[in-house]
């Protein structure tokens, strides 16, 4: 971090607003986290779904599926788990750019690290944290990667919830209880809060 030199950001011939009046919405990052289990990705996979169906310009972006890539160099220490969300951040401000709406399913464990993404965007109301919060003991029950199991057998070091620490979020735009609600339930709140935030119209619709 810091070690590029002689380097300018470059304003494109097509703006931000531009590509959102293209699309008929905002872009933002929508960020979900919460402990490994809480049905984050189930979330942002289905929320990915409605708001296609509606034809709004959006992609998921799901903590396996970069560290397969992207960030395939990192662990899982807390220096590594700082700079993966860092870089994801840094592409979803892209994204956001673009005109889309960002659908990130990160555990994210630290609060420093989800205020720094915050901190990045571009405009107030770029951000949107997603709380998935659901007890551990439900997580665990759902352990649908067997994850828990092998963390309680001390195979996996520093595996958030059991091992390492998880910092839930103090003020969440969006909070929601995957142990009580169902998935149409929870995504149909965020689609009301998306709605109500203005975020599915351009801000050329607005004038």
């Known amino acids: 971090m810091g070690k590029s030199s002689n380097v300018v950001w470059h304003e494109t011939h097509v703006g931000r607003e531009d590509r959102e009046a293209r699309r008929g919405h ?19 996979n289905e929320l990915d779904r409605r708001l296609y169906e509606q034809g709004r310009f959006s992609y998921v972006l799901d903590g396996d599926n970069v560290r397969h890539g992207l ?14 969300i ?55 029950q759902r352990d649908p990667k067997g994850l828990y199991k092998k963390a309680r057998a001390g195979e996996i070091p520093e595996f958030t919830g059991i091992s390492a620490p998880y910092e839930a979020p103090e003020q969440a735009e969006i909070t929601v ?31």
């Open 86 to 140: 860092r870089r994801i951040g840094e592409v979803a401000k892209l994204f956001v750019d673009a005109g889309a709406l960002v659908l990130t399913a990160f555990i994210s464990p630290y609060r420093d690290d989800r205020d720094r993404v915050r901190n990045i965007a571009d405009r107030p109301g770029d951000f949107i944290e997603v709380f998935v919060d659901c007890p551990l003991d439900v997580c665990e």
């Open 71 to 84: 960030n395939g160099d990192l662990g899982f220490s807390p220096a590594d788990r700082t700079e993966n």
């Open 177 to 207: 209880n995957t142990a009580e609600m169902s998935v149409v339930e929870a995504v149909d709140f965020i689609l009301e809060y998306l709605r109500t935030g203005q975020y599915l119209e351009s801000s050329s619709n607005q004038d």
């Open 26 to 44: 905002k872009g933002a990052t929508i960020w979900f986290t919460g402990l490994s289990g809480s049905g984050k990705s189930t979330l942002a």
